[in-house]
């Protein structure tokens, strides 16, 4: 029986390329009991549901990556104690915090990435086979790093991942970079991928952009949503964008969207522990079906969902590329 993802149409009157579920958040920040809030989380098919890995910050903002399940994407069961860790392809490395994990599966196993805090932030790397035992692997690079996103498939024989080269604080810059690896431990070939944009050409991504969800690919190549930062005189504000990617070298750019295809401007995207954010990290689709779900954080408090056309994004990403 084929698995229906999240889905609901677009609103009467709308015309917009994406929109919102009209039931969001789907995830409130006291979904278990010990989280101060929840969000930039990922999840996957599995088995005959979905799986998740999940951001949840505790009341003493630590930060931590907890197990979920759901038979339809949409409630969701999460684990009230975090992640433990075993070793993987390497011994048990230290971690100060985790957070806005990714989750892919990739030839036999499900990995994960997620920020590590490593004296600083650097991407943490850990796979599973059931959710249930995690194995920890070499953190990709040297800190500092975030918005690991791995691709779903190797390129070239190559494990691919992106992510944006950073600072250790609330980085004022950043632009979206590749990498490539042999064994899921050893990585280079660092290639240049998107850079943040001039402020008179698209100013809603001038101060920083990331890698958002794990790329979907299509016939007109990788789709992949991702963040972009402006820098306000009222502080950071995230939204949301797509990028096509050349299929068989992801470096090159072929369109990027030069307005937002999502920007804050509901109240659970204002309002929050960081107001005025919207930072997806993972999608949901159904290719014959021409449907994607966008699961992202909102001001860094709850989990939402939009939804849109795989044709119509792509057609509207052409159309308005930078």
């Given at each position: ?45 599995y088995k005959d549901g979905y799986a998740g890995v999940f ?122 970079f590749i990498s490539y690896s042999p064994d899921m431990k ?20 001038c101060t920083k952009i990331g890698a958002g969800s794990v ?108």
């Open positions: 029986m084929k698995k229906e993802i999240p889905w609901q149409e677009r609103p009467k009157g709308s015309t917009d390329v994406m929109w919102r579920y009209s039931e969001n958040p789907i995830i409130k920040r006291d979904a278990i009991p010990s989280s101060n809030s929840i969000f930039n989380s990922a999840v996957i098919p951001r949840c910050d505790n009341k003493a903002i630590q930060m931590n990556i907890f197990a979920g399940f759901s038979d339809d994407g949409i409630n969701w069961s999460i684990n009230h104690d975090p992640i433990i860790m075993q070793e993987g392809n390497t011994e048990m490395i230290a971690s100060d915090y985790k957070y806005d994990p990714r989750v892919t599966f990739i030839e036999d196993r499900y990995w994960i990435t997620w920020c590590n805090g490593y004296h600083g932030p650097t991407i943490g790397i850990a796979y599973t086979y059931d959710f249930k035992e995690f194995f920890q692997c070499e953190n990709a690079f040297l800190p500092f790093n975030r918005n690991g996103v791995l691709f779903p498939e190797k390129i070239n024989g190559k494990y691919a991942m992106l992510s944006r080269p950073s600072d250790n604080g609330h980085t004022p810059f950043g632009d979206i050893y990585w280079g070939e660092h290639r240049s991928v998107m850079k943040a944009t001039p402020f008179e050409d698209s100013a809603w991504q790329p979907v690919l299509t016939e007109e190549g990788w789709l992949m949503f991702y963040h972009g930062v402006i820098h306000t005189c009222n502080g950071f504000r995230y939204a949301l964008g797509a990028a096509i990617l050349d299929k068989k070298s992801p470096d090159i750019v072929k369109y990027r969207t030069k307005p937002y295809l999502l920007t804050p401007s509901v109240v659970y995207e204002l309002v929050g522990d960081v107001p005025n954010v919207i930072f997806p990290c993972a999608t949901l689709q159904d290719i014959k079906e021409d449907k994607i779900a966008v699961y992202y954080g909102a001001a860094d408090t709850v989990v939402a969902l939009a939804f849109g056309r795989i044709s119509e994004i792509i057609a509207f990403t052409k159309e308005n590329t930078l």
